[in-house]
């Protein structure tokens, strides 16, 4: 059986003194593989509605650019609160604009009966923040949504809140102008009129990557005969705390040799890893068929390298899923468990980024929305072996930060290829890493998300205003 590792596993090893680096990270930096959302259009700056808006100056250089919405009441409506992308997304931005003053109200639409860990956590981290958590329905979130100035609906399903409550039902007219619909899905099941019928008379559409924006314009055109609002392409960033990771070489050097030792894998052996919650979606088991093919070339060949290991890192065995024995049954069968290490879904994203050499994005069908575990990745001057799809076509550029490869069944020798590719060729695997991180450096940090996000606040903050006016 391969390896299960545990993020128990790190604790009573650990130096005092990394422990208590590792509870500095933000909420962004410890669940980042979960979710993965600065924003950024193909230059330097960002297209709305015809108009350029210039990205500005890094926060902490100069004012942040999101300080016109001091005092404002924005409120946020999640379909979740739980360890994935869109949840985690809204709340890095609601901790943004609590830090500038507004005043922030949180709505969980699919929230547990009786409180799990998870609810309790995140819910905490909102309210030591001063983000004000209100029932999904009922008279306090019917009267914070009538008075708010902004209303953020995250997730193509979220519309649904609005017909939970009769008091709000009543008043959709009023709440629709200035409704910002925040939307990470690529799936086309999330294509029903049930859900998004409210779509075209919200005042904006924000989503993470060009390439889905026009699929949800075309899609929602042709299925469902309605027509997108005035949408705004925003492209996700990295957290402050976690470039402060990145870019500290001790930092890294020591969370590099715990991972490794926790793995037993040597520090001169090849780690690749994919980085993702375990489902079929995400590709983990035509990347692992990649791996075994890969290692067969390198024997085939008789190539002179170090020891290949391949890493899982979200895998969850407690859920008993089907997709998640195939994989284990996989290795066995092919006989890699030497190679191949099964890591439960941790908070802690950093540590793996600072032990593996290469990531591997792999995601599948439409592939990711963005996926901001490949700019995580590029920061920790990583190269990024990824699927030809989706978002990560918009941050890896094929042979100068990583490589592309096809999804499906026809990726997975092209994939192997290229596992081979920057295993025999140090040189390149370091320069690409090299590359990449300048990329994000330029294009994906925290004030490019704040600059990004305030363009597009502004826009719907002034058609809401007319509407009002008119």
């Known amino acids: 059986m391969a390896k299960q590792q545990h993020s128990a596993g790190w604790g009573a090893s650990q130096k005092r003194w990394l422990l208590a680096f590792l509870v500095m990270l933000s909420v962004s930096t410890l669940i980042a593989f979960f979710i993965r959302a600065a924003f950024d259009s193909c230059d330097r700056n960002l297209d709305v509605v015809g108009k350029r808006v210039p990205l500005g100056s890094p926060i902490g250089t100069s004012p942040s650019p999101l300080t016109f919405m001091k005092s404002k009441l924005v409120l946020l409506v999640s379909h979740e609160l739980s360890l994935s992308g869109g949840p985690l997304l809204l709340m890095e931005l609601a901790f943004l604009l609590r830090s500038v003053g507004t005043e922030v109200c949180w709505v969980t639409i699919q929230r547990p009966v009786h409180s799990d860990e998870v609810t309790y956590s995140l819910e905490n981290k909102m309210l030591d923040r001063g983000v004000q958590v209100l029932s999904e329905k009922g008279q306090a979130s019917t009267n914070i949504a009538l008075k708010a100035d902004l209303i953020v609906l995250n997730t193509a399903v979220a519309g649904k809140w609005m017909e939970l409550d009769s008091t709000l039902k ?58 997108m609002p005035e949408t705004f392409v925003v492209h996700l960033g990295n957290s402050k705390e976690l470039m402060e990771v990145a870019e500290d070489t001790v930092a890294k050097r020591v969370l590099r040799e715990h991972v490794r030792e926790s793995l037993g894998v040597r520090s001169e052996d090849l780690l690749f890893a994919i980085i993702n919650s375990v489902s079929r979606g995400k590709g983990q088991d035509l990347f692992l068929r990649s791996f075994y093919e890969s290692v067969k070339l390198v024997q085939e060949k008789k190539l002179q390298l170090p020891k290949m290991h391949a890493v899982v890192v979200g895998s969850d065995m407690t859920a008993h899923t089907k997709f998640e024995s195939e994989l284990r049954n996989f290795v ?139």
């Open 170 to 227: 009543e008043n959709v007219p009023h709440l629709l102008p200035k409704v910002l619909w925040w939307i990470h899905e690529m799936r086309g099941h999330y294509f029903k009129l049930d859900y998004v019928k409210h779509l075209p008379a919200v005042a904006g559409a924000m989503i993470d990557s060009h390439v889905t924006a026009e699929y949800w314009k075309n899609r929602t055109r042709e299925r469902l005969g309605i027509k």
């Open 332 to 470: 066995k069968m092919k006989k890699i468990e030497d190679r191949v290490h099964f890591v439960n879904k941790t908070l802690t994203v950093a540590p793996y980024l600072a032990a593996i050499d290469v990531l591997v994005q792999n995601s599948q069908a439409r592939g990711e929305c963005f996926g901001r575990i490949t700019t995580e990745a590029m920061a920790f001057q990583l190269p990024v072996l990824g699927t030809a799809a989706g978002g990560t076509t918009e941050i890896v550029v094929n042979g100068t930060t990583g490589l592309l490869h096809p999804v499906g069944k026809e990726g997975v020798t092209p994939l192997a290829k290229n596992i081979v590719k920057l295993a025999t060729h140090v040189e390149r695997r370091l320069t690409m890493g090299k590359r990449g991180y300048e990329r994000v450096k330029e294009r994906f940090l925290e004030h490019h998300m704040a600059n990004r996000v305030s363009g597009v606040l502004k826009a719907v903050l002034q058609k809401s205003k007319s509407h009002s006016d008119a």
